[in-house]
């Protein structure tokens, strides 16, 4: 077997967002399967708001990080690199200039796709871009996708044949956290970025009808603003609901500070309008053991199952949202019944161990 | 001394027996189980024989009576003379150990016997006619105990390991003492790492009755006085003479003495007591670092100065080069400090016990001298601090804080420690006397702590998150002087729950008994009442102290400055630890804990391998805290004893009776 590294390419944390996740999660992964690994690392530190963003420094940034990929190439002599790609025409440009440092020193590049927009990007995009993406998926040996239904992201792009399916995994909470203090405890948790698209504006005027059979719930928001000018037209709109007791915004949250607020949550909302890939907050919920309200919307619907694991909404509907919250926080069985059994589906789909050693086969000389 | 155990719960001979196995290198001498004809109750001891050393000693040791039984761990160093009060009081003794002792003096004098007690001890008393147990530790916490209750049931040990084994708590994290740990380096109590087991306070006792317990404190740190009736000359002819008796009563053993000998004004004071007591050929041990780690850590040469008072004090000097396997080491101290502990003296102190076990089964140490004499670099900076407030402003803010703010560390391989210090003054310079004494005190802000643990720095942050014991302390000593105040909180928690914590367990790790004389009770009533003046004056610390040993021990001691009792660790990090580093505070690992947040761990790894800051204690703690998480948390079972094989000896014969 060969023992040349496969190149690793992506952003590590900070800022914690799927992709970074994601990233440190393979590394770590894929180095304690035994697999040889060089890193290149291309975090960029500035907050989300700058994601996807067209200005000087982010081309700049681009251009830095593929001549540093030709450095990694020349110095690791990789057998293999394994490129986490973007979903958005700025993202892509800047991996085409990696698949194409790679291109130069003949590496096959595997591609693994952590969303489910990519179908919708290709469609949308110019000509010019669209013929970037083929050029550069037209020699990938493998490209990767969180489920079944993701495959079709890359058709008419990559054989069908080349096509393999690694839902996403992440550790299980460790068995010593603590229990949540009183601080922690609340109803309804969201927790991700606060950004249109994933839906928490819905859930805040879904609070109301929720308030209105249970005064005394407690929400809590976790997550990142956008920008100032949504914080203040959201903290608006929550004092116009009368919903300002209710609800309560906190940052971001990891670490301990995300445990707790996980252990003091009785139900996990996460209704995007947007389409999603497999959250990776959704199997954060389902691993400790929350029913999960979501909206089918990519691959949530084959993570989050109706009635079994959890509820799922029609996206933008907040008035069935709000039904949905309250047949939860009415019905604790039913609440425990679907919590435990999204935990079980958690440990059988998306444990680390599975993710770990299934990348580590999809990456095998073999395999591709 | 020794290890003890006790359960009052289910199977409690069969879990005691199997709690005191796992304390088998804190008494390799004897084993015993006591086991309770009438209540589920069981206590263990493990004996390390220092004194009589034949089988009368043998523990848990039960009163004639059979009313009482006794497990204990440590010294009565006045046990002659309570021996020879309790048998005009009509006791008789079989042996000649301070345990019997002890035991004659509860059943005289009942819990009031604490307060006639010199000495360092913890122990366990069941009352088998009441069934009523009585957990109790010296004053300033010299021997550990811990317990855990669930239920109708509770259970303690010498060790946590003990306690985990009982089967009582599963092993999950107390969010309060990581917050603690993290911002001081060590856990203070009466909290320990794992939710549910707890220290019994030092200077208290516990009561525990069908489920139901009190802890009391019989003993304080008396408060300062503003000044003393004797003169200057008087209070040093007195402390001279009760060092000399401390250490003359400490000195009784029947096996070979060595001394810790750092070469600082502490040790070489204890050394010239034990000398001034008539030992001769005292065994002495001091640790060196390479000479290219002295320069990385920007350190002094303590070990020259060790040697010198070696000589000058006629002490057979070992000097142990500080070169350890770091990587292996790390898992064994964790395992033996159980409560994570980040300071590196703990490396030290254990390195040079497991040296000196061979030739001496008690090692005197100088430790508490600065607590309670004031010498801590944090005391000088908490009150020069109030001198810095009164420069104006704008000179301060625009000129002094940005100036050092901007300043490297480290230049290439050499350690900047005046840099490094000067850049804690500046950054809590500002504050109020108890914020700069907890700032130089302790390694993360309160908003840096939330924003490690994945919080909001900006948010609601709890300045007093993981150190709220510590304020208390303060707040409680009222209006007293500041250098009371600072020395009560570290005598209170500090002291006990590092320093002193490190020294039972690292020493117990070696099979060797550490004992202190500088916190001999006597010397402890006479120096905390002393005025602060002859403490700290101006940039001058200890000075009591300094002059009570001038023209005991050499001058050069005297005058040097002070150094911390520590470890190359800024080497170590760039050498042998590199690849822990990057281990265990990978950014996927990290996440896996669930504790911190990945990327804060890895911006302190980032800004320490530039030396733009110096972050080599936060990121030792780091290292410990994963190590510790492998240790105690990750294999659920590793303590417990599910099955422990045939009964000792011992257990027969308890039962029997």
Redesign the interface.
């Known amino acids: 077997m060969s023992r040349d590294p496969i190149l690793l390419v992506g952003p ?5 967002n799927g992709m ?2 994601m990233t ?2 393979a ?3 894929l ?1 304690r399967e035994g697999v040889p690994l060089a890193f290149l690392d291309l975090s960029d ?1 500035r907050p989300i708001g700058n994601v996807g963003r067209l200005d000087a420094r982010n081309v700049l940034l681009a251009f830095r990080h593929s001549f540093r990929m030709l450095g990694a190439l020349a110095r690791t002599r990789p057998r293999l690199v394994y490129l986490p790609i973007a979903q958005s025409t700025l993202g892509f440009l800047r991996d085409a200039l990696l698949i194409l440092a790679a291109r130069c020193h003949r590496v096959p590049v595997v591609v693994h796709l952590h969303g489910s927009s990519f179908g919708t990007f290709y469609r949308g995009a110019n000509g010019l871009v669209r013929a970037v993406v083929r050029w550069c998926l037209s020699e990938v040996p493998l490209a990767i996708v969180l489920s079944d239904r993701s495959r079709s992201a890359f058709e008419g792009l990559v054989p069908a044949d080349r096509i393999r399916v690694l839902p996403n995994g992440i ?1 299980a ?7 949540p ?1 009183g601080e922690d405890r609340c109803d309804v948790l969201y927790m991700s970025n606060l950004i249109e698209g994933k839906g928490y504006r819905d859930l805040v005027r879904a609070i109301p009808a929720v308030a209105r059979e249970r005064p005394d719930v407690r929400v809590r928001l976790a997550g990142e603003w956008s920008s100032d000018r949504e914080r203040r037209e959201v903290l608006a709109e929550v004092r116009r609901l009368g919903i300002a007791e209710r609800v309560r915004f ?11 607020l996980f252990r003091g949550a009785r139900v996990f909302v996460f209704p995007p309008t947007a389409v999603e890939g497999q959250p990776v907050v959704i199997l954060e919920a389902m691993s400790h053991g929350l029913p999960v309200v979501s909206t089918p919307l990519g691959g949530i619907r084959e993570t989050v199952l109706e009635n079994e694991t959890g509820l799922l909404v029609p996206p933008g509907r907040p008035e069935i949202l709000a039904k949905a919250i309250l047949r939860l926080l009415q019905d604790e069985p039913l609440r425990a019944r679907l919590g435990e059994a999204g935990r079980r589906r958690f440990h059988r789909e998306h444990g ?1 161990v599975s993710f770990q050693r299934g990348l580590k086969s999809l990456l095998e000389p073999e395999a591709c | 001394m020794c290890g003890i155990a006790g359960l009052i719960g289910t199977e409690p001979t069969r879990r005691v027996a199997g709690m005191t196995r796992l304390l088998a290198h804190r008494g390799p001498d004897d084993e015993g189980v006591w086991s309770s004809r009438r209540w589920p109750a069981a206590l263990g001891n493990r004996r390390l024989q220092i004194l009589d050393l034949s089988p009368l000693g043998h523990q848990p040791m039960a009163s004639p009576d059979g009313r009482w039984a006794l497990t204990y761990n440590g010294e009565i160093y006045n046990y002659v003379e309570l021996r020879r009060e309790l048998e005009s009081r009509g006791h008789a003794f079989r042996s000649k150990t301070d345990t019997e002792v002890l035991l004659a003096a509860l059943v005289e004098w009942g819990i009031g016997a604490l307060d006639r007690l010199r000495g360092m001890f913890a122990f366990a008393l069941w009352d088998d006619r009441d069934g009523t147990l009585t957990l109790a530790r010296d004053r300033l916490g010299i021997k550990p105990l811990y317990y855990a209750c669930s239920g109708e049931s509770i259970a303690f040990g010498s060790e946590i390991k003990a306690v985990l084994a009982s089967g009582l708590v599963e092993p999950r994290l107390d969010p309060e003492a990581l917050r603690g740990y993290l911002r001081l380096l060590w856990v203070p109590e009466p909290r320990t790492m794992l939710e549910g087991v707890r220290k019994v306070p030092p200077g208290c006792y516990l009561t525990w009755r069908s489920g139901v317990f009190t802890i009391q404190r019989y003993w304080d740190v008396p408060p300062m006085e503003p000044e003393t009736e004797l003169s200057d000359v008087e209070v040093i002819d007195r402390l001279r003479q009760t060092l000399d008796l401390a250490a003359r009563r400490q000195l009784r053993s029947d096996v070979p003495v060595g001394i810790l000998l750092s070469g600082g004004l502490d040790s070489t004071a204890v050394l010239h007591a034990a000398t001034a007591a008539g030992v001769t050929q005292l065994r002495s041990y001091s640790i060196a670092f390479r000479s290219s780690d002295r320069l990385r850590e920007g350190a002094l040469d303590d070990a020259r100065f060790a040697r010198l008072a070696a000589s000058a004090l006629g002490a057979r000097h070992t000097e142990i080069e500080l070169t350890p396997d770091v990587v292996s080491l790390l898992p064994k101290i964790v395992r033996h400090l159980e409560d994570p502990v980040a300071d590196p003296a703990a490396i030290n102190t254990y390195l040079l016990c497991q040296a000196a076990r061979e030739t001496s089964t008690v090692l005197l140490s100088g430790a508490g001298g600065d607590e309670l004499f004031g010498g801590y670099t944090k005391y000088l900076s908490t009150l020069l601090a109030s001198r810095y407030q009164e420069l104006p402003m704008a000179l301060r803010r625009h000129a002094v804080e940005p100036l050092f703010r901007g300043l490297p560390v480290a230049l290439g391989s050499v350690g900047l420690r005046s840099v490094r210090f000067a850049k804690k003054f500046l950054k809590y310079a500002g504050a109020s006397p108890l914020d700069r004494f907890l700032g130089y005190s302790t390694y993360y802000d309160g908003a840096e702590l939330e924003e490690l643990l994945g919080g909001d720095p900006h948010g609601n942050v709890d300045g007093g998150a993981g150190v709220q014991a510590l304020r208390e302390a303060w707040e409680g000593r009222g209006a007293s002087h500041l250098v009371d105040r600072m020395s009560y909180v570290d005598l209170r928690y500090y002291l006990p729950d590092l320093g002193l914590l490190y020294a039972d367990k690292a020493g117990m790790a070696a099979s060797v008994e550490i004992r202190v004389p500088l916190l001999d009770d006597d010397v402890v009533d006479l120096v905390a009442r002393l005025p602060a003046r002859l403490r700290i004056h101006g940039v001058d610390t200890k000075i009591l102290l300094r002059r009570a040993m001038r023209g005991r021990i050499p001058e050069s001691i005297l005058k040097r400055p002070k150094a911390p009792f520590s470890a190359p660790l800024r080497a170590w990090l760039r050498g042998p630890l590199r690849p822990l580093v990057s281990e265990y505070l990978d950014p996927g690992r990290v996440m896996e804990r669930s504790l911190m947040n990945p990327g804060v761990v890895r911006r302190l790894v980032e800004e320490h391998r530039r030396g733009r800051e110096d972050h080599s204690l936060r990121i030792w703690a780091l290292l410990t805290l994963e190590t510790w998480l492998q240790e105690f948390c990750d294999d659920r079972d590793r303590y417990r004893v599910p099955d422990l094989g045939p009964l000792p000896e011992t257990v027969a014969v308890a039962e029997a009776r």
């Open positions: 590590l944390p900070p800022p914690l970074t996740v440190a999660l590394r770590l992964g180095s530190h550790p909470p460790p068995g010593f956290l603590p229990s203090d906190v940052s971001s949250a990891t670490g301990l500070r995300k445990a707790q680390f």
